[in-house]
């Protein structure tokens, strides 16, 4: 802990050390005129320029938008995350089966859902807001893998598990529909194709992927090379990432020590250097994965799972990295909202630290923003910025920190 305070003092004084400028990313002028985000070498580049970054996720922005009454609570996200200088927002792109489904089942989509995100969309280009859009789930929460694989159970397909979602061609078939489906999809708010709108920095494959029956990661590794070469087949335009942890397999041994304590049928060495993969994320919840241990060895951990995917993707991958999901739950033995801010904080200065030396982290997505009044989707995580002023500062300082570091390394290019 110690550590810790120590880590966001110094970040807190680089910050103070810096003069802000308005956020790198062009002023919305109703139009396509806002650049594509893009990669070159282990950086995000925007019309040119290093595009260093602070976001956040929301996985429930396009659930809520289906009802137009709710809507307000997509737009109170988007402006308080745009005061607070956040750039980039990652949600769902799906809701498969079940209640509230974006696809009912198998090709059969709820227009009013999917009405729901072309409201997301046209809403966070209004606040300046990038959007990663990932089209399905691990987990069976909003349906994911296990409904794939339900769905062709329910067709009299004979399947093992729910591995059999990365192998059996009726189930990618299912998958590469909703894939096509959504992003040729035409939003009804902009009249803008999905793939032809820059509102969308990118598209992600899935939400932590994971393999029971090959902890190698080669059975993934198909399935990415299959998916990912489909994406670019119809959209050259966007990025595109998988949607990893970060867990190591089998290309490097020497590579398991960090993980921690066990392996999840990934590969993120293999996994993230197909070609049509332009960068690589990390998730880190060292509370659940350490849940044994004290909060002293799960922020060493912290420590040891950044510097290592950092060093591998810039040195090996050569692709930009981004902390894609990282938080303290309100559920943790011993927290309080100065512990978590302590933690952000030494993790936004890691972030900091690697943009400002050129290294290849260029951005981190907090888990997670919501709106007031959202209880029913408190996860632990949950980040109320208009209720939590210091959690806010601590997000604001990054935001400026980045944006403001952009600037200056564009005007050093330029110069």
């Known amino acids: 802990m110690a550590c810790s305070s120590k880590m966001i003092t110094t970040f807190a004084l680089l910050c103070l050390s810096l003069s802000l400028v308005s956020k790198a990313i062009d002023v919305d002028s109703g139009d396509n005129t806002r650049g594509f985000v893009r990669v070159k070498g282990s950086q995000f580049k925007l019309n040119g320029s290093p595009f260093f970054f602070n976001g956040f996720n929301s996985y429930w922005l396009m659930t809520v938008a289906a009802d137009p009454s709710m809507r307000y609570k997509v737009t109170e996200v988007f402006r308080d995350a745009s005061t607070a200088g956040m750039s ?80 059996h061609h009726i189930v990618k078939g ?59 087949s119809i959209d050259k335009k966007h990025l595109l990432t998988i949607g990893m942890e970060g867990f190591y397999g089998d290309t490097m041994p020497e590579k398991k020590q960090f993980n921690p304590g066990y392996q999840v049928g990934t590969d993120y060495i293999s996994n993230h250097l197909i070609k049509e993969i332009d960068f690589a994320t990390i998730h880190a919840y060292p509370d659940i994965w350490l849940a044994n241990q004290n909060e002293a060895a ?54 900091y630290r690697s943009a400002r030396h050129g290294g290849a982290l260029g951005g981190g997505l907090v888990w997670q923003i919501l709106a007031r009044g959202m209880q ?25 920190a980045m944006s403001t570091l952009s600037h200056l390394v564009s005007t050093a290019y330029e110069n």
């Open 88 to 167: 980039v927002c990652r949600t769902w792109a799906f809701a498969d089966g079940g209640s509230n489904a974006l696809q009912i089942s198998p090709g059969t989509y709820d227009e009013r859902v999917f009405q729901g995100l072309d409201f997301v969309i046209s809403e966070a280009r209004r606040f300046n807001i990038y959007l990663i859009l990932s089209f399905a789930n691990n987990y069976k929460d909003y349906g994911g893998r296990p409904q794939y694989v339900q769905w062709a159970r329910n067709a009299g397909v004979l399947l093992n598990n729910d591995d059999d979602f990365y192998t």
């Open 174 to 232: 299912y998958y590469r529909n909703h894939v096509q489906r959504v992003m040729t999809r035409i939003n009804t708010i902009t009249k803008r194709a999905y793939k032809d709108d820059s509102t969308i920095m990118s598209w992600e494959l899935i939400n932590e992927p994971r393999c029971d029956v090959d902890y190698s990661g080669r059975t993934v590794n198909g399935w990415v090379q299959e998916m990912a070469s489909l994406v670019k």
């Open 298 to 351: 799960q922020m060493a951990f912290m420590g040891r799972w950044m510097q290592s995917h950092h060093t591998d993707a810039k040195t090996i991958l050569k692709k930009p990295l981004v902390i894609a999901e990282f938080g303290k739950s309100s559920k943790d033995p011993g927290f309080s909202l100065g512990s978590r801010d302590v933690y952000m904080g030494a993790v936004y200065t890691y972030i």
């Open 376 to 400: 029913q989707y408190g996860d632990g995580y949950e980040i109320v910025l208009a209720e939590n002023p210091t959690t806010g500062s601590v997000i604001s300082r990054q935001s400026h």
